[in-house]
């Protein structure tokens, strides 16, 4: 459903990461994740950044 940067990038939101702590850490930049995040926004149709998180957590717990 998600790629592995996608992924990557939704764990580190869950941890209260902002865009450019993620981008540092990944290596990509800012507007990546930016682009990326209002994908997986699209995905999960989540209104926004905080819609996605809840959306994601659930999405975790139900897979795990």
Do not use: H, P, W
Not at 29 to 35: G, L, M
Not at 44 to 55: C, H
């Amino acid at each position: 459903f998600f790629s592995e940067l996608e992924e990557s990038i939704a764990d580190f939101l869950l941890l209260g990461k902002k865009y450019s702590q993620i981008a540092e850490e990944i290596g990509v930049s800012d507007s990546t994740i930016k682009r990326s995040v209002q994908k997986m926004c699209e995905k999960l149709q989540a209104k926004n950044k905080a819609d996605f998180i809840e959306k994601y957590k659930i999405l975790k717990i139900k897979n795990s």
